[in-house]
């Protein structure tokens, strides 16, 4: 799913080319891409035509456009979604499932997503310590690239759960924006194991930790995100290329470029972690349950 780096992309996008502008009608092209709107398609329509799209927000991995002062365009861009600004008389995409047209004629919005797991909602604002969110957002959070984030919080609540360091680095309610691909390499470069304990970590490293996070994920909004195939991509339907940058996800069984070992792959969460098997060692305890479970 795209991280924070690789929405951030797309919310800009959708700042410069659809904010202050007002709907005029909205088409409905497959239901599951608004399936969270329990009342439906029509009635998805018929609240958004004439409302003003104000501006565009972001925390963490989520993204939404505000349409005033009490509600929003939630998007959850799922495994494919895509939020493509296009001239009217641009031909459908395959995958078009919802098009959002202005009342100034300009280029449309397009909400394109092959697997449909992603999809468009209405959702309330609500206050949560000042800052105006999506109902379903509110216990998301701060990310690091938040000018409101507290690093030294952070580092508090890290080290106060019982849990494996890359499990917190996924909780989005601990800290937002950061998945499987920047836990990994943000990990590659703090020299941790993802099962390290939490609460096994120091002050340094906890901040060493959310540093490095904070730095590998500006490095790949300046490179327009990671695009590992055609599916993530800006509103204009460009990929990004922090995927070239990258130097533990995705590189099994190609040499660390600290240490020249064959980097390696776990299974994790039913997905993948990847990891220098001599600059991550696994911490000494888990390495003995592991060779008692295969004795």
């Known amino acids: 799913m795209p991280e924070l780096p690789e929405v951030e992309v797309v919310r ?75 001239p009217s008389d641009t031909p459908d995409e395959k995958h078009l499932r919802v098009r959002i047209r202005f009342a100034d004629d300009g280029p449309e919005l397009r909400f394109v997503d092959q697997r449909t797991f992603g999809g468009l909602a209405l959702a309330d604002l609500v206050d949560v310590d000042g800052t105006r969110l999506p109902e379903p957002v509110a216990h998301i959070a701060r990310d690091p690239m938040d000018p409101a984030f507290s690093p030294d919080a952070a580092v508090r609540a890290l080290r106060a759960r019982k849990t494996e360091v890359k499990r917190a680095l996924l909780d989005q309610t601990l800290v937002s924006g950061i998945g499987n691909i ?66 533990a996800y995705g590189q099994e069984n190609e040499p660390c470029r600290r240490c020249g070992a064959l980097i390696i792959r776990e299974a994790f969460m039913n997905r993948s972690s990847y990891s220098c098997p001599i600059c991550q060692p696994r911490p000494r305890a888990t390495r003995l349950v592991r060779a008692r479970q295969r004795s």
């Open 12 to 86: 800009r996008g959708l700042d410069k080319h659809v904010s202050n502008r007002v709907i005029s009608d909205v088409e409905v092209l497959h239901p599951r891409a608004i399936r969270r709107h329990l009342p439906g398609a029509a009635d998805f329509s018929a609240r958004l035509a004439g409302l003003p799209m104000v501006a565009a927000q972001r925390r963490g991995k989520y993204l939404w456009v505000e349409l005033g002062e009490d509600a929003a365009i939630l998007a959850h861009l799922g495994m494919s979604g895509q939020m493509l600004v296009q």
């Open 182 to 247: 920047y836990a990994d390499e943000a990990l590659w470069r703090t020299k941790l194991h993802g099962v390290r304990p939490t609460d096994k970590l120091t002050k340094a490293q906890a901040a060493e930790l959310l540093s490095h996070a904070t730095d590998v994920m500006h490095e790949a909004l300046d490179q327009g995100g990671t695009s590992f195939d055609a599916l993530y991509v800006n509103v204009n339907g460009q990929s990004g290329y922090f995927d070239r940058s990258l130097n």
